[in-house]
Each structure stands twice: as C-alpha cells, then as structure tokens.
C-alpha cells in the first residue's frame, strides 16, 4: 500500500472539527470520505457548510507550513514540461504512480463498490461521483437523484447555440465543434454577469456552482447535437427529466435502447472525469479561471488541451492504430506478428497510442476497470481480443525499445474498443466523451477554487541565456 493510501486511511480516525476542537483535521482531512446520510441536503447546501472547514484548513497549513519547502526544482524538470513539480492545490483527486487515482480517497473498485446506481444498474452514477468530488461524501441514493433531475431540468440550450452547431460543417472536428459551443454559452454566465454588477469575492463560488452546473447538464444536448449533425440524421432526441445523466446521454446519441451500452457510459464517464490537477485538461481550466474567467471559457480552454493526440485524442489514435494494425495482419494475428508491428511503429519514429504515462508506472486502473467491463459484456468481441493480446506484449517492446518510463497502458488503451462494440464507431467523436466527463472533475475543482479564493496563476519564467548565466556565476 502506498504511503498516500495509508495517509488517507488514517484520516478516517482524526477527530472532527467542533466549537470545542477548533482545529482542522490537519491537512489529512483533505481526502477524508465520511458517509452522509442524515436529512438530505441539496450538494450547493453541503458545500456552503463545509467552505468555512477547508477555509480553516488551508489558514492553519499555511500558518503552520507555510515556509516549508515541497521539494526542488531542476532545470531538467523545467525543461520537460514540469514533471514532479509539486505547485498545484487539488481536491478532488491524488495520483499515485503504482495505485492509480484515487477519487478523494476511493479508488476506482471502491467507487464502483459504493457510489449509488440506477435501478438494476451495476455501475456508479457519475452524479455521484461529482458529489463525492466536491464534497469528500459518498451521497445517499435521494441525494444523487436530486442531482440527476436537477441536472435534466437545466439541459435545453439556448436556439443561437443549436444554430451555431448547426452552421458547423461536418468537417470541423467534434471536439472544435464542442468547444465552440461552450464558449457560445458563455453568453448566459451567471459569473460573468455577476462579476460585471460588483458581487463581492465571497460569493463568486455560488455563481460558479451555478454556471458549472448549468454547464455540466448542457453538455448531452450540445454533443449529442454534434454527433447526430455530423453522423446521423441531425434529429436530437430529447432529454428525459426522469432518466439519469448518462442514460439522456445515451438517449441524444440514439443509443438509449441498449442497456449496457447506457451502463458503459456511467463507467466511462465517472472513470475519465478526473485526474489531479497537473494534466493539461485540468491545469488549463485552474489556468484560465484564475484570472476569473467564467467556467465556460475555462472550460473551453480544458476542450482545446483535451484534444492533442498526446492527452484525450489519444483514444481515437488507438483505434485508429488497432485498425490499421488488422488491416495490415488481420483479425487474428500471432504473436510474432504483432510484436513486429509493434516494433515498425516505434521504428517509424510514432508513439504506441495508449501506452506510456507521465505519471503512472503501472497498469492504469481505469484500463483495468474497462477490462472488468469488456470482460463481462463482451468477453468474445474480436477487438476487445486484440486489446489483450497487445496487452501482453507491447509493454515487453516498450520496455526493450529502452524509452518509456510507463510501458503499461493508460486509460485510452481500451476506451475505444468499448464504444466500436455497441455500434458508436466513430473515432472522431469519443474525445468528445472524455471531454464530458472530464467537466465533472475540473468544474468540481473550479468552484472549490473560488470558494477559497485561489490567487491569479502566475509561475516565473526564465530565458534559457538566464538559467546558463545563473549556474556559471555560481561556479
Ligand atoms: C502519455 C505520454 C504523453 C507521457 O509522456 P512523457 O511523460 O513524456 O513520457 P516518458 O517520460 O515515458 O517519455 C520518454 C520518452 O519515451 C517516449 N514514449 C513515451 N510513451 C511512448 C509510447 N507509448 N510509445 C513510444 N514512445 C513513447 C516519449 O515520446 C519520450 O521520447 P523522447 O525522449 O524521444 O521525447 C506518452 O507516454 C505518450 O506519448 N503516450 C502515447 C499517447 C497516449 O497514450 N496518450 C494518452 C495519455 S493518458
């Protein structure tokens, strides 16, 4: 068990906070889970209660810790890309290289062990998990309920957008399309408007809350726009006030007869919304919104990061590689064969898309969860049967190609496959997915960010002649 892990376990020990015992849970108290179950509160409710606690919490860490330092910083880690840097304040999840994510401090299995379901549904509701990454609690069924028919009765978008999506030719990407569309609905942001009549900063999270959830129950109308403008027939069936999230996503899609496919999507998109707060989509929503830009132009920002080949294209590069990799081998390839093909891959200077991460030094839970599911329904699928069997050999080439720190797959390894099953096989589309769920997680962190009134980002930089001089003088 890894040091985070037993950190976070203690923390179920430390006394709460009261009138009596003023001081917070040390800064453990961050990923401490509590079991919520008395009177149903609305989530807005719950976290007013606890701005006041996590408010006191960071008060005492800085008073306490404050001059402390997290660790050193190379030039090397400068120049590639901030990797290890410790800079950054998050939430609502912790990466750890050998454990994977932990969502406040559930892992993957434990999220899907106890966050509540749908009637006869096995997987979590991501209405769950957003209240789990906001609030550190796991919801009673009432509560993620609530949220889901709160989230149907903000979903209908505004006609300017629909005509926006519309006027996009179906050559634009989906993800160019999706975060063209957010940006549209910047036009409605409670935040901006209020920002612009002078509410005072204490009250900015509300606002923030409100335009994040707005958002959040927007995006099924918009993507399923996209899809079905650029894929099908251009008719968006409507969302269902009484159906959970995931399921009005299937439905706007035209998937929602098939129920596995509706219980893929709860997996899916409780399991890509969050990642700490280093990742691109992350760290350029905090980015963005540090300089008080509203959610949906931070969230924009998050779009256009999650769309490089390097971060969430990365699922349609896989598929897109598996295919050409049948193509060229067929269906049933041994061993030998695609071990080689592997190999004119790296040998033709590309990367294998869905292996390697700049974090993870193990099998990615999230690949892991997919198996599970790929394991259960569709143990036979001829894809899903390629996705194993590079499974057991690229992290072997990987490792004797001597370049990849993590040779093991990462989440976008098996998203893909999952989606060609039941019949969604446009590659050019699942980014957008990611991106959906992808707004649970940033949008969490957004709010919380305000409600502790996070400063303007503004890391110093040098030029490389500077970083030279600086050490030669030192000599
Ligand atoms: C995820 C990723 C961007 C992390 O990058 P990183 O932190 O710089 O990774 P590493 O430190 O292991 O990179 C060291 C070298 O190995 C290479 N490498 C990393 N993953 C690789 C892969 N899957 N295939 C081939 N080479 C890889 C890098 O390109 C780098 O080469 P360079 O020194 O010539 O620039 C990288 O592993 C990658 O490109 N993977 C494929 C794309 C992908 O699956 N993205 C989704 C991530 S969730």
Redesign the pocket.
Known sequence: MSLLRTFSRISYRLPKISASNPLPRKALSATCTRFYASRPKTLKERIEELIPEKQEEIKFVKKEHGTKSMGNVTVDMIYG?M?GIKGLVWEGSVLDPEEGIEFRDLTIDECREKLPKAEGGKEPLPEGLFWLLLTGEVPTEEQVRALSADWAARSAIPSFVEELIDGCPNTLHPMSQFSLAVIALQHDSNFAKAYQSGVEKKSYWQYVYEDSMDLISKLPNIVGRIYRNVYKDGKVPSIDPNQDYSYNLAKVLGYDGDKDFVELLRLYLTIHSDHEGGNVSAHTTRLVSSALSDPYLSFSAALNGLAG???GL?NQ??VRWIFQLRDSVGESPSDEVVKEYVWDT?KSGK????????VLRKTDPRYTAQRDFALKHLPNDPLFKLVSQLYTIVPDV?LE?G????PWP????HSGVLLQHFGLVEQNFYTVLFGVSRALGVLAQLIWDRALGFPIERPKSYPTEMIRKMFEEQK
Do not use: C, F
Request: proline residues 7%; charged residues 20%.
């Open positions: 890309g990797r080949p390097l971060h990365a590069e896989v790296l990367v294998i898309p869905g292996y390697g991460h700049a990987l190609h370049k990849t720190k993590n990462n989440v976008d390894a």
